[in-house]
């Protein structure tokens, strides 16, 4: 069987999604679209994609393709693939995060499944043999529970900090989560990719199992500094990264490796459950507690309290931070990414 392919979106992540499409026999990118021309123009060149457009509604009209690439901006994502599924495809492969919001992410989730759509986020270090193996382990008991995780990163928790989040629920075997105390400073008037960011964040978010994730975003500014994270039981550690993984028990003498098992590319998983495999580990259902979580935690900070499941807020509780003066800041927005998705965003709103 082989399939149609449309990208929506030529940025620098498309190549990404190109590079699963150009090593799988089964498919084929027959249509791109994107809002600047001279994107669009290298993604053919690159790619020698038959047919470029301007405005998705066309490219889905008139190319109805099999499966859809979401590489756009991040407050796109949803209308996107909202549009996407109901014009008909069979799958879509959307970038992260979900959305601006839970609405956004609820909408993509539900307009699949009421289309018959399977729809993947692009949570791509899901695929990563080393946290595939960390999964394992945690799985057997290998270092004991409840398992604790630090991770530290930068860029904005909406676009980064969803990476720890959704990881450390990978790598625990997607846990709900149980409650959440989250805080925020924003102290420049910052966007990344035109949705409003904080310049700082944390947060605890804590797991069904006892299992507690400590997640700080910008601390450090825009450094990044760990590549390595340690995962601590009662009954040993693992350290990880997306190359390596090994494990220190009290029975061992010194770290030991953990076997390294290849794993399918998001799309090749994307393929097997079109074809009445098994769930996909990134699908929309699983992406949307994270995305969840991440509005909690704006949420806790905004109430000033921890809160608990359920949760039922569908907009942003930082947009609405921003939106209601509580950080609201007297100064140009600036944006760390894109100064053009800010002001396609500014534009339209």
């Known amino acids: 069987m082989s399939y149609k392919i449309a990208f929506v979106g030529t940025g620098g992540i498309s190549r990404a999604h190109a590079k699963y499409y150009e090593e799988n026999p089964a498919t084929q990118i027959v249509a791109a679209c994107d809002i600047d021309p001279e994107k669009l123009r290298g993604f053919r060149e690159q790619f020698a994609v038959p047919s ?42 959307a970038e992260k995060p979900m959305g601006r919001n839970l609405r956004e992410a609820r909408a993509m989730v539900s307009a699949a499944a009421e289309n018959g759509v399977k729809l993947a986020i692009h949570h791509q270090l899901r695929f990563a043999a080393s946290y595939t193996a960390v999964r394992k382990a945690l799985t057997s008991g290998a270092i004991g529970t409840p398992v604790s995780l630090f991770w530290r990163t930068g860029g904005g928790m909406l ?20 409650g959440v105390m989250g805080q925020v400073e924003r102290q420049s008037n910052r966007y990344e990719r035109g949705l ?36 601590l039981g009662p009954d040993g550690m693992i350290q990880c990264d997306g190359h390596s993984a090994s494990i220190l028990t009290p029975d061992q003498k010194g770290w030991q490796d953990l076997e390294l098992v290849p794993q399918p590319t998001p799309l090749e998983e994307l393929i097997a459950w079109m074809e009445g495999g098994p769930e996909h580990r990134n699908s929309g259902r699983t992406a949307l507690a994270t995305e969840e979580i991440l509005m909690a935690v ?52």
């Open 52 to 93: 470029g457009y301007a405005d998705y509604r066309e490219l889905l009209e008139r190319e109805r393709p099999d499966i859809v690439s979401v590489c756009t901006w991040h407050g796109t994502h949803s209308e996107i693939s909202v549009a996407a599924a109901e014009a008909g495809v069979k799958a879509i492969l």
């Open 159 to 178: 676009n980064n900090g969803c990476h720890g989040v959704d990881l450390f629920r990978w790598m625990l075997g997607d846990p709900v989560w149980t």
């Open 196 to 231: 409003p960011a904080e310049d700082k964040a944390c947060g605890v978010i804590r797991f069904e199992g006892k299992h507690e994730l400590v997640l700080e975003v910008d601390m450090l500014g825009e450094e990044r500094a760990e590549t390595t994270y340690r995962l």
């Open 298 to 349: 704006y949420e806790s900070a905004r109430r000033h309290e921890y809160l608990k499941p359920p949760f039922e807020k569908l907009d942003s509780p930082l947009a609405e931070m921003v939106a209601d003066g509580t950080l609201t800041v007297d100064e140009p927005a600036y944006d760390i990414r894109s100064e053009a998705a800010l002001k396609y965003e500014l534009d339209r709103s």
